[in-house]
């Protein structure tokens, strides 16, 4: 069979196909940019609090996900919790990983010695790959999970980015271009074991692509390459070993690792069991098949599962499985002992590599979880994508039409089906409630998913009545999650049922004393029954807990103002939103109004200011700020707010008088004159004053004496 290759005349096609498929990634995500963060992007990013001050140079290699805390604050800056900068920046990343794909494919291929289907057909392969990857529907849990789309995300690329400049690196031809190649190639090998541990398999993939299709399989071409992996190994070994720990490497070839169920997220057969090393190992085989089902068959894909551990080696979900993955790792052995370059062989390798660390000695609360499988999908979408392109070519030849405009159009076609079906996932992270409701659909069994569904239904909507049932049913299924007592004492309190509240947030505390949340609404309980004591007894033990929490602050804040201590009440606003976590636009109003009332205008303006980056159409606070200005007799300030101001609300007399006022101050009486005459007669005490006063600093007498002369008249009247 001969293979379709692109005619001359048309190099720009290598190009233009790839960065099509991106342009339709980009119109599939495109709805999605403004979806708000749902799940643990809420604890990681909007509860997060030191995303305010971290910085590439405070966070440089402190940890084994540091790049991903530098992203965050670096969105934060652009946006504060805006979702739309940190969702487009997984856009971006997961494209770059798609074109990174197609490189990888398309160049190995190309590299292959002997003539081959995969050689030949090395363009619409890469094409298909990078089509796979970059639409299909599993990799949306990867792209739209904004903390997990930046953590895999760049993991994969910078895992892409080092392998490209391997592959670089064994073509240079010139000493500047080799070296180049080397070095960047050893510092984003560096830089990568700061973004996710999955990384750790970095060396193997190189060694994997070296054998593959540079050595081509050729043990002593391998080995002129030696220091070079030796140096990749070494550079993953020692980060790793610094950023880790050397406890955690004895820990887990120990087999002394040993975790807890999540709270609300029981995945053992008694909640209080351990999650062993043996155990977790048991039950992956059972999840790595399904990680390979969810790629041929997308359509009861789910953010989270309901699945439980395995009981053991002779249970069904266990050996079944086992056997079916030795079975595909018999044909694999088989394949490369017929090819021992087999690309097929080096696609399923591949996947291996990047799963077994995860579904192997390493135990997690979280038994499965799809986006794990974002750097090793690049493998088995490859075999997916080579099936297709083999279907294609046949077809082609069948129906005799050769030219590369019929491989692009089947690609646009696949491309096409699945960034439809990508686009409708999507949908699932619409909203909350559409987000918790579809996992209650996949997994009934997670207590986690029905509490947060009710969050959705009572914090959200308002429909706490309907809420209930949700919390009732958390706490029926997990007696040791304190998430939906406080949720449902929360319900209670805004059903008119206070005293069902209080009761309830004691048996919250009693799961969890630790529960700054659950302390925190307790006192909100009881500064509406007017009990401050209580109330602040309460508050200083979440403050307690978690010290920069700025609604604990702020409620201590109305502690001390329903005892008539207004100094102390702001004292509490103000450390709310400039020292902790409340500095949101009602925390920032809040502070500057209490700074308003008690005449402490320099802080009354910051306050304002801030509530004003926040919401630049905040009217009340354009004119609040503007009268903190003018008392300060900063005019010209106060002058620009207030004209802010009046160009929201033009026939706005409180306005207007008060632009009159600030000319007057400024001398501009001609100016002043013009804003008092906008407001119309008796709207406004002091109007009819002050237009004499304008009209006599004007010299113009008369007309001040006859306006003087109406006005007493309206006056007696």
Request: with cysteine; proline share 4%; hydrophobic share 45%.
């Amino acid at each position: 069979m001969k293979p379709i290759s692109a005619r001359p005349g048309i190099p720009w096609y290598y190009l233009v196909a790839p960065f099509g498929l991106v342009l339709i990634t980009v119109l599939c995500y495109l709805p999605s940019l403004h979806y708000a963060f749902q799940f643990d992007d809420v604890a990681n990013i909007v509860k997060y609090f030191d995303i305010r001050h971290n910085t590439f140079w405070k966070l440089f290699f402190t940890g084994s996900r540091w790049i991903s805390y530098w992203l965050n604050a670096i969105h934060y800056s652009i946006g504060k919790f805006d979702p739309f900068s940190y969702r487009v920046g997984n856009v971006i990343i997961h494209n770059l990983n798609g074109l990174l794909v197609f490189y990888l494919f398309y160049t190995c291929l190309s590299r292959l010695k002997k003539p081959s289907f995969f050689k030949d057909n090395n363009f619409i392969i890469a094409l298909i790959s990078s089509a796979l990857f970059l639409l299909h529907p599993v990799q949306t849990q990867t792209v739209c999970y904004v903390i997990q789309g930046e953590l895999e995300g760049m993991a994969a690329l910078f895992s892409l980015s080092t392998i490209a400049c391997f592959l670089q690196v064994t073509i240079a031809h010139s000493v500047t271009s080799y070296h180049t190649a080397l070095l960047l190639m050893f510092t984003l090998t560096a830089f990568a074991c700061g973004t996710k541990e999955i990384t750790i398999v970095l060396p193997l993939l190189i060694l994997l692509v070296d054998w593959f299709f540079v050595a081509h399989g050729s043990w002593q071409t391998l080995k002129k390459r030696w220091w070079l992996h030796a140096m990749v190994f070494g550079i993953i070994g020692y980060l790793y070993m610094r950023l880790l720990t050397p406890r955690f490497f004895y820990d887990l070839f120990g087999l002394k690792m040993a975790v807890k169920n999540n709270i609300g997220n029981i995945i053992t057969h008694h909640p209080q069991a351990l999650i062993t090393p043996f155990t977790f190992f048991l039950s992956q085989f059972k999840v790595i098949l399904h990680y390979i089902g969810i790629f041929l068959w997308p359509f009861n894909i789910s953010v989270e599962y309901d699945w439980l551990v395995t009981k053991g080696f002779f249970a069904p979900d266990c050996y079944i499985p086992l056997i079916l993955l030795l079975t595909i790792a018999g044909y694999t052995v088989r394949l490369l002992k017929h090819n021992k370059i087999s690309p097929l062989g080096f696609g399923i390798i591949w996947f291996f590599i990047c799963i077994i660390p995860r579904s192997s000695i390493i135990p997690s609360p979280e038994l499965i979880v799809d986006y794990k499988t974002y750097l090793g999908s690049i493998g088995w979408l490859f075999i997916i994508a080579s099936t297709l392109a083999y279907c294609f070519v046949r077809v082609c030849a069948y129906v005799r039409v050769k030219t590369l405009y019929t491989h692009a159009a089947l690609t646009l076609l696949v491309a096409l089906g699945l960034g439809y079906q990508t686009q409708e996932r999507n949908k699932v992270w619409s909203s909350g409630l559409a987000f918790w409701g579809n996992i209650i659909e996949n997994a009934p069994g997670k207590a986690r998913a029905h509490n947060n569904y009710g969050v959705e239904l009572s914090q959200n909507l308002g429909k706490y009545r309907e809420s209930i049932p949700h919390f009732q049913r958390a706490i029926s299924m997990d007696a040791q999650y304190p998430d939906p007592c406080n949720n449902l004492a929360v319900a209670y309190a805004r059903t008119n049922n206070l005293d069902g509240a209080i009761a309830m947030m004691k048996q919250c505390l009693t799961i969890n004393k630790q529960y700054p949340e659950g302390h925190n609404n307790l006192a909100s309980f009881f500064l509406e029954k007017g009990d401050a004591d209580n109330a602040q007894v309460c508050l200083k033990k979440a403050l307690s807990y978690r010290p920069h929490y700025g609604k604990a602050h702020f409620n201590l804040g109305r502690v001390h103002a329903l005892r008539g201590n207004q100094e102390l009440a702001w004292q509490c606003y103000k450390k709310a939103c400039m020292e902790a976590d409340f500095d949101t636009e009602p925390g920032f109003c809040v502070y500057a109004q209490a700074s308003l009332a008690l005449k402490k205008y320099d802080d009354a303006i910051i306050g304002f200011k801030k509530v004003l980056e926040l919401n630049p159409s905040h009217v009340s606070a354009m004119f609040h700020l503007a009268n903190a200005f003018h008392i300060t007799e900063s005019y010209h300030d106060a002058l620009t707010w207030y004209q802010k101001t009046l160009a929201h609300t033009p026939t706005d007399e409180r306005v207007l008088f008060n632009i009159g006022e600030t000319y007057l101050k400024l001398g501009n009486i001609a100016q002043a004159l013009k804003h008092y005459q906008r407001i119309p007669n008796g709207r406004m005490p002091h109007t009819a004053q002050r237009l004499v006063e304008c009209h006599r600093l004007l010299g113009q007498e008369d007309k001040a004496i006859q306006l003087a002369s109406r006005a007493q008249k309206s006056a007696a009247a």
